[in-house]
């Protein structure tokens, strides 16, 4: 039996839509390529409009290297994804046009990389009508040194993080936000309630690693529910693509209908799955495998 008769008989109910817009890294254990399949493993059609072209340089200790695409190139991609799966004319965010046809209403931002980028998907997201927005807060300024890292950081909190509606920040990226150091799971949480009173957005405040004890600690916070979200490590080194696949799982549950507190729960068990059955490779670091919970 072909898969065009097996369609023909039993039509399938379209998935919800999904975007990320992101940077492409090389060795596909992070940015677009995690997120899409994280995407395709819960369910939901993933896109991906690329921000920018990372590759990790071996002769250089496995640093970044990195390139961003073009502005009109991103606007592009944002208008031809839109026009495409947007919501159409008279439609309600989250339903289902009058072609019967999924509506994309909720979105991911990952890596942008410099304010330029910042400022043209800024304006996507207030041109399309997202319902969900999820910001994985890629910061990339360690201090307070001028140029071009504290100038995208700070395009980024003013510009995006007003716009999120689920932010997934990292240890360091939550210190940034907040502004308060993290050592604990006290500290954790007080800098997610930190966060949410700066954006009004949930937050889920990763602890990973980084935090002292047996196991792997994030904070969920929306306003109303303080929750710990935790597992046992998995060893104690962080792993490529955890944080993005998070973000993208958070994402897809989103799309699907899920409660904030219930997406986060269920990516928190995604990525641990995920880190269990991590990829070894000849970098210095393992990945994340999105196919873990299979």
């Known amino acids: 039996m072909t898969f065009a008769s097996t369609a023909a008989q039993s039509p399938a ?19 677009a390529q995690a997120d899409l399949k994280t995407f395709q493993e819960l369910g939901v059609f993933g896109i991906a409009n690329l921000t920018c072209i990372v590759s990790f340089d071996p002769k250089d200790s496995w640093n970044h290297r990195f390139v961003p695409v073009d502005q ?7 208008e031809a994804t839109t026009a495409a799966y947007g919501t159409a004319p008279g439609d309600a965010a989250g339903s289902p046009s009058e072609t019967g046809r999924p509506v994309l209403d909720t979105v991911k931002i990952g890596m942008l990389g410099s304010p330029a980028t910042i400022g043209t998907v800024a304006n996507a997201l207030q041109a399309g009508g997202f319902r969900n927005v999820v910001l994985d807060p890629v ?18 909190k003013a510009q995006i993080l007003p716009l999120a509606t689920f932010v997934t920040p990292n240890h360091f990226e939550a210190e940034s936000l907040s502004g308060l150091v993290i050592t604990d799971v006290e500290s954790l949480k007080a800098a997610a ?63 699907k209908g899920a409660m904030p507190l219930e997406a986060a729960r269920t990516a928190k068990d ?16 393992d990945a994340l495998w999105q196919g873990g919970p299979r």
């Open 13 to 31: 109910v379209a998935p919800a839509v999904v975007l990320t817009i992101a940077g492409s890294e090389a060795t596909g254990g992070a940015g």
């Open 72 to 78: 009109q190139v991103i606007a592009d991609q944002l």
């Open 139 to 156: 910061l990339i300024c360690k201090g307070q040194e001028p140029g071009h890292a504290l100038d995208t950081d700070q395009a980024l």
């Open 193 to 255: 309630i930190r966060i949410h009173e700066l954006s009004g957005a949930a937050v889920l405040a990763k602890g990973g690693v980084r935090l002292a004890g047996p196991d792997a600690v994030d904070v969920y916070y929306d306003g109303e529910t303080l929750e710990v979200l935790s597992a046992p490590k998995v060893g104690e080194v962080a792993v490529s693509g955890a944080g993005c696949s998070l973000a993208a799982a958070v994402t897809a549950e989103l799309a």
């Open 270 to 285: 995604f990525v641990t799955a995920g880190i269990q059955n991590r990829v070894a490779s000849g970098a210095p670091f």
